[in-house]
Protein backbone atom coordinates (compact mmCIF):
# COMPACT_ATOMS: atom_id res chain seq x y z
CA UNK A 1 0.00 0.00 0.00
CA UNK A 2 1.09 3.30 -1.06
CA UNK A 3 0.34 5.19 2.35
CA UNK A 4 2.55 2.71 4.19
CA UNK A 5 5.65 3.01 2.15
CA UNK A 6 5.39 6.94 2.36
CA UNK A 7 5.48 6.44 5.94
CA UNK A 8 8.07 4.31 5.87
CA UNK A 9 10.12 6.38 3.70
CA UNK A 10 9.25 9.59 5.66
CA UNK A 11 10.46 7.82 9.27
CA UNK A 12 13.63 6.14 7.26
CA UNK A 13 14.79 10.04 6.56
CA UNK A 14 16.06 12.58 9.25
CA UNK A 15 13.68 14.62 10.41
CA UNK A 16 13.97 18.51 8.87
CA UNK A 17 13.77 19.65 12.53
CA UNK A 18 16.87 17.38 13.29
CA UNK A 19 18.52 18.31 10.37
CA UNK A 20 18.15 22.20 11.38
CA UNK A 21 19.41 21.91 14.59
CA UNK A 22 22.59 20.01 13.85
CA UNK A 23 23.50 22.29 11.18
CA UNK A 24 22.99 25.01 13.24
CA UNK A 25 25.12 23.29 16.23
CA UNK A 26 27.63 22.83 13.33
CA UNK A 27 28.08 26.67 12.95
CA UNK A 28 27.90 27.38 16.34
CA UNK A 29 30.82 24.56 16.52
CA UNK A 30 32.85 26.33 13.44
CA UNK A 31 32.15 30.29 15.50
CA UNK A 32 33.51 28.86 18.75
CA UNK A 33 36.64 27.22 17.58
CA UNK A 34 37.35 30.41 15.36
CA UNK A 35 36.96 33.20 18.73
CA UNK A 36 38.86 30.63 20.71
CA UNK A 37 41.92 30.30 18.12
CA UNK A 38 41.49 34.40 17.75
CA UNK A 39 41.83 34.41 21.36
CA UNK A 40 44.91 32.12 21.19
CA UNK A 41 46.62 34.15 18.70
CA UNK A 42 46.57 37.35 20.51
CA UNK A 43 43.07 38.41 18.49
CA UNK A 44 39.82 39.80 20.94
CA UNK A 45 38.83 38.01 23.20
CA UNK A 46 35.23 37.80 23.16
CA UNK A 47 34.49 36.11 26.29
CA UNK A 48 30.81 37.35 25.91
CA UNK A 49 29.80 36.15 22.44
CA UNK A 50 31.67 32.82 23.68
CA UNK A 51 29.76 32.35 26.47
CA UNK A 52 26.66 32.81 24.53
CA UNK A 53 27.46 30.49 21.63
CA UNK A 54 28.79 27.65 24.52
CA UNK A 55 25.25 27.94 25.87
CA UNK A 56 23.31 27.68 22.55
CA UNK A 57 25.93 24.59 21.86
CA UNK A 58 24.87 22.87 25.13
CA UNK A 59 21.40 23.09 24.95
CA UNK A 60 21.04 22.31 21.14
CA UNK A 61 23.27 19.23 21.99
CA UNK A 62 20.58 18.46 24.28
CA UNK A 63 17.60 18.99 21.55
CA UNK A 64 19.69 16.62 19.37
CA UNK A 65 19.37 14.08 21.56
CA UNK A 66 16.08 14.35 22.60
CA UNK A 67 15.18 14.75 18.53
CA UNK A 68 17.36 11.59 17.74
CA UNK A 69 15.45 9.55 20.13
CA UNK A 70 12.21 10.45 19.46
CA UNK A 71 12.52 9.86 15.31
CA UNK A 72 14.51 6.67 16.28
CA UNK A 73 11.61 5.68 18.64
CA UNK A 74 9.51 6.16 15.97
CA UNK A 75 11.20 4.42 13.37
CA UNK A 76 11.30 1.35 15.88
CA UNK A 77 7.30 1.73 16.12
CA UNK A 78 7.06 1.21 12.08
CA UNK A 79 9.23 -1.47 11.65
CA UNK A 80 7.45 -3.76 14.24
Request: net charge negative.
Amino acid sequence: DTAAARVKVALASKPAELADVERRLQTDERAAASLRRDAETGGPAHAEELSAIDARLSADRALVATLTAKWQAEKAAADA
